[in-house]
Nanobody
Framework: QVQLVESGGGLVQAGGSLRLSCAASARTFSGRAVGWFRRAPGKEREFVAAVTWSWSTTYYADSVKGRFTISRDFAKNTVYLQMSSLKPEDTALYYC???????????????WGQGTQVTVSS
């Protein structure tokens, strides 16, 4: 059974940092792209960032470019989302997902985690 497990969320003040983790089996990530998405209360799900597992090519939403960094660790079968200079508008439930391509369309991803909450206070 494919399982993606997110961790690292929490409450942080504006300007602070958090690092989210997405762990899964090597089989789950192999040959796939891994994306981070978020959903704020009352809003649609939003693409945040993606990385290709094999080549480590990265993609970012304009809203997080320069503040967030996505990376992957082969040895730990984990994808990270390092978030810095956090803003209250970054508050959301953050999900990781695995799919064939590192695209912004969430429907293209096959597997999803349960999410981890990030709350940024002003």
């Amino acid at each position: 059974q494919v399982q993606l497990v997110e961790s690292g969320g929490g409450l942080v003040q504006a300007g602070g940092s958090l690092r989210l983790s997405c762990a899964a089996s090597a089989r789950t990530f192999s040959g796939r792209a891994v994306g981070w998405f978020r959903r704020a209360p009352g809003k649609e799900r939003e693409f945040v960032a993606a990385v290709t597992w094999s080549w480590s090519t990265t993609y970012y939403a304009d809203s997080v470019k320069g503040r967030f960094t996505i990376s992957r660790d082969f040895a730990k079968n984990t994808v990270y989302l390092q978030m810095s200079s956090l803003k209250p508008e970054d508050t959301a439930l953050y999900y990781c997902a695995a799919g064939r391509l590192p695209v912004q369309n969430g429907t293209e991803y096959d597997y999803w985690g349960q999410g981890t909450q990030v709350t940024v206070s002003s």
